[in-house]
């Protein structure tokens, strides 16, 4: 059998670039470009994507070798009918690396034809970093490549209004758009550019918050062998996800003169005000999948179905959602409850191998986004301690010892510089035993949390508590006795 590349499967007529894309990973693709395959299909739409590498770590040999080709398989329930959607996505046109090809990815910026600019480089991606230089070829931070390609833009097209961009950021981050803008006139100021290159920035590029919702398990394993007999090739990146998509876009009635997706059936809106429907999804989805992969994975388990077909550990997700998480949010409770169900479902979806391993990329900057305002706000009200996010708290702080409770060691992907952090700090807890010294360093890393944790009223004595009982109750003990008593209560009785 034949890998899937333009040659073996024959012509397939070429798309202009109108999409720059930075990140390649699974959900990118799983969401973004099989929505532009859709509205290319469904409209005259017909855009091609450009997609970059936004850090140095790994390549894309495999993507490179299937010439930007690969198949996404979607499964869920759609009105009562199980549904599934096999389809190659072939709008993906190149595929650079600019660690290693930067001139090809500078030159982009000259293509008049381009006007969308994507991103997905997780809650971490959007930052400045006063070391990068205008003369790095590229600098390490994805905002500063960003602005070095709108710089170039900028130069060749002198400035004219209608070579400016709309970029559509779908990092989970509150005012994601807003915050890339903020970032890229930093660097712009960081590096003396002209006065107008930032009013361009400001006038002639539209930065749009989003929010995006698609559950991406990755590539299919268990049944790949049926995918490729099925697709007749062999395909290195096949990926999976629910049929279930929601994206929604803070921007101007204009984009759909440019990107036509109200014209099919995706459920895709503009919105006039993201902030209430973006604090729903990171809280509950979100929150409820950064909360469940430290206690699943400590407690065996690999995948969110088999952390939902546990009755212990779903009682703990559905628990900590309702008693938690539902009460700080603002919107109508039918809305949310409705969505709360919907999110348990989606979870339980059997055909879908969503490993915790790909939730847990970042978990530290994920905590601080998903589930730290919410534990803030319990603690700020009357609903007191929030036992089942202080204890996800916990096996998280535990699972990041890079050794699981059998002492075998965890594959974790976070910041290296976060990693040999906690090794360190639970290297001199293992040879001295003061789980509360431990906890209050832990807890005291400004660079990882971006505050001082251990300010937050009685955070430091519960979350030592609950390591110290991981160590000698268990942590199945631990998750079977507060989905017992849903009653939130102070931490003397912890």
């Known amino acids: ?122 809650e971490a991606g959007i930052q400045f970093n006063p070391g990068d230089r205008a003369e790095d070829r590229p ?21 004219a209004h209608d070579k400016g961009c709309i970029l559509l950021p779908c990092e989970l981050i509150e005012d994601n758009g807003t915050a890339l803008k903020r970032t890229v006139l930093q660097y712009a100021d960081h590096w003396g550019t002209p006065d107008g290159f930032k009013t361009w920035i400001d006038q002639s590029n539209t930065f749009c918050n989003t929010l995006v919702d698609r559950i991406v398990s990755g590539f299919p394993k268990h049944k790949i062998d049926t995918i490729e007999q099925e697709l007749g090739y062999k395909d290195q990146l096949a990926v999976s996800g629910e049929l279930y998509l929601n994206w929604l876009i803070e921007g101007p009635e204009s984009i759909l003169g440019e990107f036509p997706f109200n014209q099919t059936d995706l459920n895709i809106d503009l919105v006039n005000q993201l902030a209430p429907y973006r604090n729903l999804k990171v809280r509950v989805l979100n929150g409820a999948h950064t909360a469940m992969v430290p206690i699943g994975y400590l407690l065996g388990h690999r995948l969110v179905k088999e952390v939902m077909a546990d009755k212990e550990t779903e009682a703990f997700v559905s628990n900590l959602l309702q008693n938690e998480v539902v009460p700080t949010l603002d919107l109508p409770h039918a809305y949310i409850d409705t969505f709360v169900a919907d999110v348990l479902d989606r979870f339980k979806n059997p055909s879908l191998d969503h490993k915790l391993l790909s939730i847990a990329l970042n978990s530290t900057s994920k905590f601080r986004t998903r589930l730290l305002p919410t534990l803030k706000d319990n603690l700020a009200s009357s609903e007191g301690m929030p036992q089942h996010i202080i204890l996800a708290f916990a096996a998280l702080l535990r699972m990041y010892e890079g050794v699981d409770l059998q002492g075998k060691k965890i594959d974790l992907n976070d910041d290296p510089c976060v990693l040999a952090f906690f090794k360190e700090k639970w290297d001199h807890y293992r040879k001295n035993g003061d789980i509360l010294e431990l906890t209050q360093s832990l807890l005291g890393n400004t660079d990882i949390w971006q505050e001082n944790l251990n300010r937050i009223p009685y955070l430091t004595q519960s979350t030592a508590s609950f390591l110290e009982s991981i160590e000698t109750t268990g942590l199945s003990a631990l998750v079977r006795n507060v989905s017992a008593d849903i009653q939130n209560v102070k931490p003397n009785s912890l």
Request: hydrophobic share 40%; net charge positive; charged share 25%.
């Open 1 to 122: 059998m034949e890998y899937l590349n333009r040659s073996a499967i024959g012509h397939i007529e070429p798309r202009p670039v109108k999409i720059l894309q930075f990140g390649g990973g699974n959900f990118l693709r799983a969401f973004v470009d099989q929505i532009v395959q859709d509205v290319n299909e469904k409209t005259d739409f017909n855009a091609g994507v450009a997609l970059v590498k936004p850090t140095e770590r790994g390549d894309y040999k495999e993507l490179k070798s299937q010439d930007g080709l690969f198949s996404v398989e979607l499964e869920g329930m759609q009105k009562g009918r199980f549904l599934r959607k096999l389809q190659i996505i072939d709008c993906v046109q190149q595929v650079i690396n600019p660690y290693t090809e930067w001139n090809a990815y500078i030159n982009l910026a000259k293509n008049p034809d381009l006007r969308f600019i994507i991103s997905n480089t997780t």
């Open 139 to 159: 600098p390490k931070e994805f905002p500063a490549k960003l602005a070095l390609w709108l710089l170039e833009r900028y130069r060749h097209f002198k400035g």
